[in-house]
């Protein structure tokens, strides 16, 4: 069974640990009416997807 040769400082056990946070989504502009929108999906707004209406919005 593997055993660990020499302890592990909290310092770079810690920083091993340091890279799991969370990044924000990368969001683009809808074409149409300007709004936020993530990539590769319909605009909630005005229902457009790479300039056409897929979605009817009411």
Known sequence: MAV????VS???RN???ANWKLTAPNL???????E???S??????C???KNKV???VK
């Open 4 to 7: 660990p040769k020499r302890k």
């Open 40 to 45: 590769h999906r319909a605009c909630k707004k």
């Open 54 to 56: 897929v979605l009817e």
């Open 36 to 38: 936020l929108v993530m």
């Open 28 to 34: 683009s502009t809808c074409t149409k009416c300007g």
């Open 15 to 17: 920083s091993r640990r």
């Open 10 to 12: 909290k310092a770079r």
């Open 47 to 49: 229902g457009t997807y």
